[in-house]
Structure formats: structure tokens, C-alpha cells
T-cell receptor, first 114, second 114 residues
Framework: GAVVSQHPSRVICKSGTSVKIECRSL??????MFWYRQFPKQSLMLMAT?????????EQGVEKDKFLINHASLTLSTLTVTSAHPEDSSFYIC??????????FGPGTRLTVT | QQQVKQSPQSLIVQKGGISIINCAYE??????FPWYQQFPGKGPALLIA?????SEKKEGRFTISFNKSAKQFSLHIMDSQPGDSATYFC?????????????FGKGTKLSVIP
């Protein structure tokens, strides 16, 4: 149980284009999902907290107009990187909570902006 | 200010040996302490977690020891195997106000050699 999927697993896009990453909880409903960014050999950096049916809460320093988050249902949250640039290249990971304290992570999405 | 300090940064253990990773936290309001295992190119996987009202929790070869007065907790991997080679992250959660955000340590890269 507690499986979280992400799609796509890898994406390459050109500078200036937008990319959407999906995060799904497959066997549970999640009122709260989180989006993280991870640079090579570093820890996870929380970008935003996504709550179903409401606006996401962004961490300090994260541009909400650049990283659009939509949590339209209890099993799906999306992260759209708008007008992507090479510095946005990173490993993006989502997590979801089935209830209680546990957070379960997706497999991650490797974004490369050329 | 880093709220969860993790050590060592890297660890090499002989197969069959005991791997020990330590974490220290500052915020006494933290009330949930999970450990995650991450393989290269994958999302973190929840390994084991503990609440501060318990001093030790064991699941298979993995044990968390928790010292509330010292504000420290550690992960012990018994009979370490090459398949345990991964990066391990400790984390802490502050459930007050319902945020459940994880504060991560910087990670420990474990290499188990045959």
C-alpha cells in the first residue's frame, strides 16, 4: 500500500517552454501532497505544500508564478514549471500523506532544460 | 539554520557489519522522526519511524534509538548487506498546526563492501 507515482520519469525540454509533472497517489486519498527539489548529492528541499481544493503554500524563495501547483483531486497534484530555463534542471519529487504522520514519496522526475 | 544535523556524511561498512547513522535536532517540538532510504535516481522510501515517547523501535535489521534528553536519534543497520548501499536521510516533523512538513538531514551515503 501507500504507492505514489510520478509522470513523466524523465523529461527534456527547450528553454522557454513549460513542463507539467503529475503526482498520483495510487491506493489512497491524499488531502496533502508536497513537492520537493533535489540537486545532485544533496538533501531534499521543500518547494511547496499542496492541499486539495485550495492554493498551494510555497516555501520562501520559491517563485509561485514559475512553479504552478494544482491539487485538483484527492489523488492528483501537478507541478508545472513555466518558461523553464537551464537552472530549473533538477530532480523533482512529490510526496503524499494517506493520514497520520507518514509521507510516501514518488519515484521522482528528472527535468533537463536545454 | 539547520534544524536536523546528520552524521557521518559517508560511511563504508563491511558486509555483515553494523551501520550506524546519527542525527541531532534542535526543536523540541518535533514529534515524529522518520528515516528514508534513497537509491540513485529514485525517490526516498520510508524505512522506519519513531515517536518521542519511545526510546527504541526495531523492524527487521533496522533499529532506531531515540534519546529525547540529548535530542538525538540514530539508525542502526544490523548485518549490513551490499543491497543496503544507498543514501539515508533522517527527518523530523512538527505536527503542530497540522503542517506535517519534514525537515531533512543532509544525508549519509552508505557503502557496504563485500
Amino acid at each position: 500500500g501507500a504507492v505514489v507515482s510520478q509522470h513523466p520519469s524523465r523529461v527534456i525540454c527547450k528553454s522557454g517552454t513549460s513542463v507539467k509533472i503529475e503526482c498520483r497517489s495510487l491506493d489512497f486519498q491524499a488531502t496533502t501532497m508536497f513537492w520537493y527539489r533535489q540537486f545532485p548529492k544533496q538533501s531534499l528541499m521543500l518547494m511547496a505544500t499542496s492541499n486539495e481544493g485550495s492554493k498551494a503554500t510555497y516555501e520562501q524563495g520559491v517563485e509561485k508564478d514559475k512553479f504552478l501547483i494544482n491539487h485538483a483531486s484527492l489523488t492528483l497534484s501537478t507541478l508545472t514549471v513555466t518558461s523553464a530555463h537551464p537552472e530549473d534542471s533538477s530532480f523533482y519529487i512529490c510526496s503524499a500523506m494517506p493520514g497520520g504522520y507518514e509521507q510516501y514519496f514518488g519515484p521522482g522526475t528528472r527535468l533537463t532544460v536545454t | 539554520q539547520q534544524q536536523v544535523k546528520q552524521s557521518p556524511q559517508s560511511l563504508i561498512v563491511q558486509k555483515g557489519g553494523i551501520s550506524i547513522i546519527n542525527c541531532a535536532y534542535e526543536n523540541t517540538a518535533f514529534d515524529y522522526f522518520p528515516w528514508y532510504q534513497q537509491f540513485p535516481g529514485k525517490g526516498p522510501a520510508l524505512l522506519i519511524a519513531i515517536r518521542p515517547d519511545v526510546s527504541e523501535k526495531k523492524e527487521g535489521r533496522f533499529t532506531i534509538s531515540f534519546n529525547k534528553s540529548a535530542k538525538q536519534f540514530s539508525l542502526h543497520i544490523m548485518d549490513s548487506q551490499p543491497g543496503d548501499s544507498a543514501t539515508y536521510f533522517c527527518a523530523a516533523t512538527l505536527s503542530g498546526a497540522g503542517s506535517y512538513q519534514l525537515t531533512f538531514g543532509k544525508g549519509t551515503k552508505l557503502s557496504v563492501i563485500p
